[in-house]
């Protein structure tokens, strides 16, 4: 990336990290191994070089360094160590370990690593515990979470005190499925091509009609992969509430189109098209740069330009709104 056109700050908030006992835990038992059935011990090829790099914090600086990424986003990757399989003490633990380790990392490298949290969302009040203790004790500025827990989406009311704590403590949530454990998914790993992106969709659909983005209109949520297919097909969902008014009980009467701008989304959509599709959607302030490291874009910038960002819609969403998104006022 030529150094006249990098942007002047530059955030990746799509960046993966690994747990070694968490890792080992957990990674048979989650949507990569297909529960199991492709065991981690042996991943396909060339995977095992990449997942290395995410249980080491001097390999990410390294690319961060030779992409010309300032901060990044450091998150656990559920998809390879989801612990949502667990029973809830076991849960918490696990996510405990990844949280210790993400405090861990921002301690060493603090102007270089943001870091995120996980929690055993299948235990609501456990989950708001481990909030407390991440937040308050840890510093960890972002909760990294699933669309569903053992199928219950985030917008369900046995969310709605967690949502509000969140709220109150001005965190900024970031949404990335543990992936669908529907059989038919597995398959030609459909999963992950089709199926992050339909979780995403019904996530969003739960927030919306569950009242949550209304009920908190100045809650920071970040959809990663951005988000899905909801916000490219919103005919059908405004043409259904002409049709059946009571299904906006919970949104003050709008139209699912009226909340697309109350969330924000990542860039990692792989497609340009996508992108240009969002941004004409949402407006460039609601995006944020996403890469997927250490298995997405090589050049997260120069894939932004090639998109046809420039100038100041370009530091825009390499890093400015990301900025401005993780400011916690007091």
């Not at 700050?9 to 191994?33: C, G, K, Y």
């Not at 990044?72 to 380790?101: E, I």
């Not at 809650?219 to 988000?227: E, I, P």
Request: proline share 6%.
């Amino acid at each position: 990336m030529p150094h006249a056109a990098r942007p002047p700050l530059v955030i990746d908030f799509h960046v993966h990290m690994l747990e070694h006992e968490v890792f080992e835990a957990s990674t048979n038992r989650t949507v990569f191994t297909g529960f199991g059935a492709t065991p981690a011990k042996a991943p396909r090829p060339g995977a095992q070089a990449l997942m290395g790099k995410m249980f080491d914090p001097q390999a990410i600086l390294q690319d961060m360094d030779a992409r010309g990424i300032d901060r990044s986003v450091v998150s656990a990757s559920t998809v390879l160590q989801g612990t949502s399989w667990a029973d809830a003490a076991t849960d918490l633990k696990l996510c405990q370990r990844c949280n210790d380790q993400a405090a861990r990392w921002v301690a060493l490298y603090p102007e270089r690593f943001i870091g995120s949290m996980v929690l055993p969302l299948q235990a609501p009040q456990l989950a708001m515990q481990e909030l407390e203790r991440a937040s308050s004790q840890l510093g960890l500025q972002v909760v990294n979470m699933s669309s569903s827990y053992q199928g219950v989406y985030m917008g369900d009311p046995l969310y709605h005190p967690f949502w509000a704590l969140l709220d109150a403590h001005k965190l900024t949530a970031w949404i990335h499925p543990e992936g669908v454990s529907d059989p038919w998914f597995q398959r030609y790993a459909l999963w992950n091509s089709l199926g992050q992106s339909i979780e995403e969709t019904k996530c969003m659909a739960s927030l919306i009609y569950e009242g949550v983005m209304t009920r908190h209109p100045h809650l920071k949520v970040v959809m990663a992969h951005g988000g899905g297919y909801f916000a490219h097909y919103m005919g059908r969902l405004d043409r259904n509430t002409a049709n059946r008014p009571d299904t906006v009980r919970h949104m003050d009467g709008q139209s699912p189109s009226a909340f697309l701008r109350r969330f924000y989304y990542d860039t990692c959509v792989y497609d340009p098209q996508v992108l240009q599709v969002l941004i004409e959607r949402v407006g460039v302030d609601r995006l944020v740069m996403g890469s997927d490291y250490p298995v997405g874009e090589a050049d997260p910038v120069a894939w932004l330009q090639e998109a046809g960002l420039q100038g100041d819609d370009l530091a825009a969403v390499a890093g400015g709104n990301a900025a401005k998104l993780l400011q916690r006022s007091t």
